[in-house]
């Protein structure tokens, strides 16, 4: 057996589940999940038509690199969205849903056997982060290292935690704009700090932006920014710099499996011989219908209609009794727990919740690492705004009443 694979943790609701083991809510208040990331809005139709419509094709093994008119609807996207141009032929390549994505590309540029006299290869990842940053660093032989995100300057990671040393031994840094959990975007100023420090240590840099089209901030213009878009406004190219942008959050499609990357080309052309390998081409019907989502923004913009007017509503009731605030992006809210509710401990509080009012939210320790010191998910849990804006208030309520009627 490959024994990297005994250093992978439990998943947060493995985690969970161990948690609020032989907890018995409330049997007359219906459950309430606001614990797992996963967009509950419907899929459009004219999106499932578009794959019924597309069965052609099953017939023949697709290519690895997709078909040309979905990496041109991929291209044309980055096109209207970031202002950015990117070659369909060598920049831009369809992949099966972020996730395998990023723990592929780890996979590819990960070399285990540099740097062994120093500790060997590191993965420099946000903290809290994705989970499968962290799996994706350690199945590929790296050592992946946190920077604790500073709830004073917006959540963002404090990059400085990172030492020189450290720099020099890391090959990847993964980036999350906007973050999973704190929903904060990484600023221009951030970005420049990054691109100089890949052009010292030479490392690539992965920017997750699956939550890119769920935001606050002003339609169109309050878009968050993104990698390609930061590069291109500091006058770079994309070297050592590949965007994942995925059709999951976007267009409500979970289960089609569906995003691209884009960026690097020679990062790309490595990528494409790996998936070849490892087999990741892109059904043909998958990649029609993805066509067809990426060449609309209708959708889009109804979409996230539906999660600012849910934000609004939701947001204000939980800051009376919680530290809150609207994130810049993405579907959460990243709560701080009131100390006196458990003594501030984000697992009590979300144990008594689930006990008390059936509601189901994560811990945000079970999302970070301990590091430099201490955990920075501690003391905050993850409130993932995903099902209908009725049953989101409903939780909010409970959760108001929960924290006030705490002796
Ligand atoms: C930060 C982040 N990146 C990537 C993903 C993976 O999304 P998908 O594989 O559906 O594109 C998720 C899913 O929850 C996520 O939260």
């Known amino acids: 057996m490959n024994p990297l694979l005994s250093r992978l943790q439990p998943y947060p609701f493995e985690r969970l589940r161990e948690l609020t083991r032989g907890v018995t809510p409330p049997a007359d208040l219906r459950p309430i999940s606001l614990g797992i990331g996963e967009p509950r809005h419907p899929t459009p139709d004219f999106l499932k038509q578009a794959l019924a419509g597309a069965m052609d094709g099953l017939a023949v093994y697709p290519a690895t690199a997709g078909e040309l008119p979905l990496r041109e609807a991929c291209a044309s996207w980055v096109q209207r969205r970031y202002g950015v141009t990117v070659d369909a032929a060598t920049e831009v ?179 494409l011989l790996y998936r070849t390998y490892h087999g990741s081409a892109m059904s043909p019907t998958v990649q029609r219908a993805s066509a067809v989502a990426w060449n609309d923004e209708a959708h889009v913009a109804e979409n996230r209609a539906l999660y600012r007017a849910k934000f609004a509503q939701v947001t204000p009731l939980l800051s009376q009794v919680m530290d809150v605030r609207l994130p810049d992006a993405g579907f959460y809210l990243w709560a701080g727990v009131p100390a006196r509710v458990g003594g501030g401990s984000d697992t009590a509080f979300a144990r008594e919740l689930l006990a008390q009012y059936n509601v189901t939210v994560l811990p945000g320790s079970y999302l970070a690492r301990e590091a430099h010191g201490g955990n920075p998910g501690t003391g905050r849990v993850r409130l993932a705004l995903v099902a209908g804006v009725e049953e989101c208030l409903e939780a909010a309520h409970r959760i108001v009443s929960f924290i006030k009627n705490h002796p």
């Open 93 to 271: 390549l369809p992949v099966n849903g972020s996730r395998e994505a990023l723990f592929a590309l780890a996979q590819t540029v990960i070399d285990p056997t540099r740097d062994r006299e120093r500790g060997g290869p590191v993965v420099v990842s946000p903290n809290p982060f994705y989970q499968i940053y962290e799996g994706a660093a350690l199945l590929s032989g790296a050592t992946p290292v946190f920077a604790n995100s500073d709830p004073a300057r917006n959540f963002a990671a404090d990059w400085r935690q990172i030492d020189d040393a450290t720099w020099a031994r890391t090959q990847l840094l993964f980036v999350c704009s906007p973050g999973n959990p704190t929903g904060a975007v990484v600023p221009l100023e951030e970005w420049k700090q990054l691109f100089e420090l890949s052009d010292r240590h030479g490392f690539v840099i992965a920017s997750d932006e699956c939550y890119s089209e769920i935001y606050f901030g002003e339609e169109g213009a309050g878009a968050p920014l993104g990698g390609l878009q930061a590069a291109k406004a500091l006058g770079r190219d994309f070297t050592n710099l590949i965007a994942f942008t995925s059709l999951s959050k976007r267009s409500n499609v979970p289960g089609l499996r569906s995003g691209f990357v884009a960026g690097d080309a020679r990062i790309l052309k490595q990528f």
